[in-house]
C-alpha cells in the first residue's frame, strides 16, 4: 500500500507499506487480523516473510517464540470471530473505559508538523536523530519526539537531549540503544521529559526488567511485538500498578490492527497519548472506513462487534500480490 507520502526516520525511508492480513473463517464467521511486521528487519527483527513462514505451524497450534507479531496477528484474527460471533466489542472485551483517545500524528524528518496542528491534532510526536534535532516547539498542546536508538554512543547524547526541556517536550521516547535501560534510566534523572522505551520492550519479561529498576522511565506497548492484544493488557495492568506512564505504539497499521490498537488504547492506565493517528495519515485509500478526527483531536475507540471494523474487499482485493490458504480441522 502507498503511503500518501514518504516517512522518513532514524532507520530509514519509506514509500510503500507491504502488510500481512489474516482471514480466518469458521462455520460461516469471519475475523480479520494484520501482522505488524514489516518488509525488512531493522526496526525489528521479524519481517513479513518470516511471519508468512510462521503462520501455518501457529495457527495449528505451535509456539513460535521469536514470531510475536504473527502470533498477534492470528490471535487479532480469532478474537474478531469469536466476539463477533458473541457481538461483543473488543474494547468491552478488554475492559477499556474511554469512549475515544487522544490522537498523536507522527512526523518524519521531512514532515510538517503545522499541518498535523492545522488538521487537528492536539498531540504531534516527532521523529528526531542527532541530525534531525528539534529546534522549535510545534503549535500542538502535546509534544513528543522519538529518537529510535540514535543517540547510541554519542558522548554528548544527554546534554543534546537536555535542550528539548526548553522546548517543554512531554517525552523523549528510545533515544539510547535498546539493551541500554540504564543508560535510560540516567537520562531519566537528568531531564525533565518522561524518557520512554520502546524498542527496549520486547516482552513481559522485559517490562519487569525495567520496573525493577525502579518507575523513573515510562514504557511503551506495541500489541504486535508482545504477542497480541492479551499480553498488551497483561502490561498495562503492570505499567498501571506500578504507577508507570504509559502509552500504545503504533506500527504504522491500516485500520485492521488500528481498530485493535485502539480499543487497547482505552483502557485506563494509559497515561500519554497512543501513537495512533487518523487513517489520512497514512493512506489515501484505508481497508476499512478511514478513521477520522473529532473536533478535539480524538479518535473513537469502535464500539461494533470484534474489531469493529468493516474489511473493504475491494480494496484489500487490489492491494493483494499474494494469498494462502490453511485448512485446519478442529
Ligand atoms: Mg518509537
Redesign the pocket.
Known sequence: MPLVRPFATADGTITTRDILLVRVLAGGAEGWGECGAATSPGYWHETLDTARASLPAIIRGAVIADEPMAHAAFEMAMLDLTLRERGVSLADHLGATRASVVATATAGFDDDVTAFVDAGYRSVKVKIDPEHMLRERPRAPIVQV?A?QSFTGRGDAFDVLATLDELDVLAV??PLARDDIDGHVALAARVAATV?L??SITSITAIDDVLRRGTQVGI?VKPARLGGVAAAQHAHDVCAAAGVPAKV?GLLETGIGRAASLAVAALPGFTLPA?LSASDRYWDEDLTAPFVLDGDGCLAVPRGAGLGVDVRMDVVERATVWRDLISVRT
Open positions: 522519538d529510535n521516547e528510545q520512554l520502546d524498542e511503551v505504539g501513537d
